[in-house]
T-cell receptor
Framework: GQNIDQPTEMTATEGAIVQINCTYQTSGFNGLFWYQQHAGEAPTFLSYNVLDGLEEKGRFSSFLSRSKGYSYLLLKELQMKDSASYLCAVRVRLGDYKLSFGAGTTVTVRA | GAGVSQSPRYKVAKRGQDVALRCDPISGHVSLFWYQQALGQGPEFLTYFQNEAQLDKSGLPSDRFFAERPEGSVSTLKIQRTQQEDSAVYLC?????????????FGSGTQLSVL
């Protein structure tokens, strides 16, 4: 099977920065996604990386290193509403539509 | 509707009962996926449709699980003779055309509890 690892939980203070790491060992690689999921709600798309480097989108940035099998999601200027689970997902093969998800990282933002 | 709609939101079944879970994707979306999410885990792929064609059902855990999308829009996931290990949130997702870099739009899921 595919192996996608993320820390289980992280806690940070409002206004701070948090970095969520994701490492993957998969039989192939054709893109990495980050989704945000509030408790009891639908996962929503945050970012997509297929080439090495940093993608910045407002307060959220995502980085990918394919040679290291590593990605991170950076959340800046944390707000209370950012408390959620963050899911890392890999598309393993070109033309394969399904995603393999990690177990998710629960981020708690404290005042 | 504006997003992916799933019903029922919650379903309690006695072990051995059959259940049917419904997904209304975003209008015009070609691709539709079903995922199973156990408590504290990430979603696990179950099956994939492109229009009415079921192109991948490799994630269905047993032959008790069956999915259909007969007219290429609404989809139903059916679980026969439910067992306690089937308890999970069942997520449906759709995407516009199914190209591999497209984001998925998820519904809020059906939480199934088998007693």
């Amino acid at each position: 099977g595919q192996n996608i690892d993320q820390p289980t939980e992280m806690t940070a203070t409002e206004g701070a920065i948090v970095q969520i790491n994701c490492t993957y060992q998969t039989s192939g690689f054709n893109g990495l996604f980050w989704y945000q999921q509030h408790a009891g709600e639908a996962p929503t798309f945050l970012s997509y990386n297929v080439l090495d480097g940093l993608e910045e989108k407002g307060r959220f940035s995502s980085f990918l290193s394919r040679s290291k099998g590593y990605s991170y999601l950076l959340l800046k200027e944390l707000q209370m509403k950012d408390s959620a689970s963050y899911l890392c997902a890999v598309r393993v093969r070109l033309g394969d539509y399904k995603l393999s998800f990690g177990a998710g990282t629960t981020v708690t933002v404290r005042a | 509707g504006a997003g992916v709609s799933q019903s029922p939101r919650y379903k309690v079944a006695k072990r051995g009962q059959d259940v049917a879970l419904r997904c209304d994707p975003i209008s015009g979306h070609v691709s539709l996926f079903w995922y199973q999410q156990a408590l504290g885990q990430g979603p696990e792929f179950l099956t994939y449709f492109q229009n009415e064609a079921q192109l991948d059902k490799s994630g269905l855990p047993s032959d008790r699980f069956f999915a259909e999308r007969p007219e290429g829009s609404v989809s139903t996931l059916k679980i026969q003779r439910t067992q306690q290990e089937d308890s999970a949130v069942y997520l449906c997702a759709s995407s516009i055309s199914g190209t591999t870099n497209e984001k998925l739009f998820f519904g809020s899921g059906t939480q199934l509890s088998v007693l």
